[in-house]
């Protein structure tokens, strides 16, 4: 279990690797777990792809509930609302294992995440009573309910109205959703209006609500099999016990739900890309051109070391964050959903950082896969076809990765202003630090302290560029959106890297350097990527802030805290390759 953590503190602390959960600490109850997975998806669901394409949402409804018989839909539901209470680390587990089946998985996903939780936080004990245990056998779906036309990264700005009765019995709610999920088949809705214009709250609506209807479905790019419609509310009628949680609060609900959806999405994101690189290593390895398999070309098994690269990262990602969320909520054992949900909210600028990198990893990756496959994953219908579509909506839904990126740093920057981060104590340090005449030191013994000391940097580089950002423009940056983004990129990468960075180390401390080799490789590959990222962006905040000779110092204070030894990156990405290629698929 990972030692208590705060949320954003990784960008001013120094972690520890023996505090850093990594996919290596699964117990044998969570690989049991995946193993009943897998299972399932690759001898029930997968079979059933193409009619769930189709679609077929009968099937969809049917699988879901072999979900719950096989008690999958209640792992993270907490123990005294009736679930299993198997916290995020295994609820991450259940949908990376799931992923490969896109349009099922996130259709599961939506139910099990977004549908339910709200009611299992936020809910009443009759409402719990009500609506979980059906929603945890599948006998239900559930579905959630935010976007508007007009109100979709601005949430607050939608226009769903819920007016209440006279007598107090009802709410009648007008207005409309759209590109809800599951909404096709979902038996239980988590609706968000406005109450006398105030701000929004949550209602919980049933299909045979009076007033309400669910429109024809769109047809999307992707994840075809996956249901979206629009929803109408006209004069429906919802009774005033189906209101969940405070009047006017429901944006608490909306926020902290979402957090767990990017986590689970990024988790979800490293399945997939494990799928695309276990079927681009099969198709290399058979390949034949010019009279020997394609994996031999140095140009694709650079491409395959890419793709592996981008896993390992991903994956050491979003389990460190499991471990913090895990050692968030094994404290709040007994004091209810709610208290959960809000600590884990505390966790937002990480969940942010998963679901950006995680998605736009996922992209690179299935771009790749299509560029191994060729001709053949060009194709309508192949696998990766299917998936470098299905793949592009993660960038989109859960909040666009433009509106998380201009979280990631404002919700530092605000825990900072409030004392509860040393941000402002942190950038004063650097500041200072930087100032001194370099050092020239030796080179550390310590294992991976190139890598480190690049987390560091890179640490350095967002406190002094942000603090340059944040003289000129105060708390007006946040509308400085450019910035802003080069700011969230930056913090990103420390996140990723030092993730890779913590992971690899505890495996070489744990089991050698020849058990942690390829490991230390890739991290090498990505440490030099996040150095060449983050100088190409910092310049361009730098000269967006400063002009002239302090432009210039500036520049040179960069190009000092970034100056690093290259690694060889065509040797590493060929030693990653021959993994890849010799394992058949992704390798660790």
Not at 142 to 161: F, M, N, R
Not at 534 to 547: Q, W
């Amino acid at each position: 279990m990972a030692a208590e953590a705060y949320g954003g503190r990784f960008m001013v602390e120094e972690a520890a690797w023996e505090h850093a959960a990594a996919p290596e600490d699964f117990t044998d109850e969570q690989r049991r777990i995946a193993d009943m997975v897998r299972s399932f998806r690759e001898d029930v669901v997968a079979p059933a792809y193409d009619r769930l394409e189709a679609p077929d949402y009968g099937l969809a409804r049917r699988l879901l509930r072999q979900m719950g018989e096989l008690g999958l839909l209640a792992a993270e539901l907490p123990e005294e609302d009736g679930g299993l209470g198997l916290g995020q680390t295994t609820a991450a587990l259940i949908a990376e294992t799931l992923a490969p089946s896109t349009s099922f998985a996130l259709s599961a996903l939506a139910h099990t995440g977004i549908g339910m939780l709200p009611v299992a936080f936020f809910g009443t004990p009759a409402q719990k009573a009500a609506y979980l245990p059906q929603l945890a056998s599948g006998e239900r779906a559930a579905a959630y309910c935010l976007t508007e036309p007009e109100a979709g990264s601005d949430a607050q700005g939608l226009k769903t109205s819920a007016a209440r009765s006279v007598d107090g019995s009802h709410y009648v709610l007008n207005g409309s959703k759209q590109y809800i999920t599951n909404a096709g088949f979902a038996d239980q809705f988590v609706v968000y209006a406005k109450i006398d214009g105030q701000p929004f709250s949550a209602f919980l609506l049933d299909r045979s609500t009076p007033g309400f209807s669910v429109g024809p479905e769109e047809r999307m790019m992707g994840i075809r099999g996956m249901s979206t419609c629009s929803l109408k509310m006209e004069n429906a009628i919802v009774p005033a016990d189906r209101l969940l949680g405070d009047a006017h609060h429901g944006s608490r609900i909306a926020f902290n739900i979402l957090n767990f959806g990017r986590f689970k999405l990024g988790a979800a994101c490293v399945g997939m890309m494990k799928e695309a690189v276990r079927l681009s290593a099969a198709y290399a390895a058979s390949r034949r051109q010019f009279g020997k398999p394609i994996a031999s070309f140095p140009l694709i098994g650079a491409k395959l070391a890419e793709m592996n690269t981008l896993v390992y990262v991903t994956e050491s990602m979003v389990y460190r964050t499991a471990g913090y969320l895990d050692g968030a909520t094994s404290r709040l054992r007994g004091a209810g959903g709610r208290a959960a949900a809000e600590r884990l909210g505390e966790f937002a600028i990480e969940c942010s950082i998963n679901k950006v990198f995680a998605s736009e990893a996922l992209d690179a990756v299935a771009d790749h896969a299509v560029q191994i496959h060729g001709g053949s994953g060009y194709a309508h219908g192949s696998p990766i076809e299917r998936l470098y579509r299905d793949s592009r909506v993660n960038r989109i839904f859960e909040g666009t990765n433009e509106i998380n990126r201009l979280r990631i740093p404002t919700t530092l920057l605000k825990r900072g202003i409030k004392g509860e981060i040393p941000l402002l104590a942190r950038a004063e340090e650097a500041q200072e630090e930087i100032l001194k005449p370099l050092q020239i030191s030796r080179p550390s013994p310590e294992p991976l302290a190139r890598e480190a000391a690049i987390v560091s940097a890179l640490k350095k580089v967002f406190l002094l560029s942000g603090g340059l950002a944040l003289q000129k423009y105060g708390l007006r940056l946040e509308r400085e959106q450019e910035l802003v983004a080069v700011l969230a990129d930056v913090m990103i990468d420390v996140y990723a890297l030092e993730s890779a960075v913590l992971r690899t180390r505890k495996t070489w401390e744990r089991r050698g350097p020849e058990a942690a080799a390829l490991a230390a490789r890739m991290t090498a590959l990505f440490a030099d990527k996040a150095v060449e990222r983050s100088a190409r962006r910092t310049r361009t905040l730098l000269a967006a802030v400063d002009k002239g000779e302090s432009l210039r110092v500036q520049l040179a204070v960069l190009k000092k805290l970034l100056r690093f030894e290259p690694a060889d990156a065509v040797g590493l990405r060929r030693a990653i390759a021959g993994e890849v290629v010799a394992a058949g698929g992704y390798v660790k």
